[in-house]
Every structure is written in structure tokens, then in C-alpha cells.
């Protein structure tokens, strides 16, 4: 699971916008956003900067006893 259709929607982006601006297809942000992809570090750290975000935010799994 990661968050990046949260930050995308917070940012007010939709997912063509979004993979244009960090130069991917949009299929990609998709299949991200739906948990059928796991994006390379470089693409990860993109999207971070471009969603005004980190890497722990967008993709860090919290356990529910750690919360």
C-alpha cells in the first residue's frame, strides 16, 4: 500500500498531469496508485519532490500496534 493518490489529490493533480510532470506514462501512476507496480528508488524520489512529500510518507507501511 502507499499514499501517492492521497498526495496526488492533495496537490490537486490528476494522474496524467502528474506522470507528465515526472516523465512517466500515466498507466504508470495507475499502476502505482493501485499497488501492481513498484516504481524504481529514482522514480520514488520524484514522485516524493513532486507531491511535496518523502519517500516515508508516500510508501512506509506503519503496523497498526505501531501507531
Known sequence: MNN???FREKEGLS???LAK???VARQTINLIE???YNPSLDLCIKLAK???SDL???FW???ADEK
Open 21 to 23: 510532470e515526472i516523465g
Open 56 to 58: 516515508n510518507e508516500l
Open 50 to 52: 513532486r507531491l511535496n
Open 61 to 63: 507501511e506503519e503496523k
Open 15 to 17: 494522474q496524467f498531469a
Open 4 to 6: 501517492v493518490r492521497i
Open 34 to 36: 493501485n499497488n501492481k
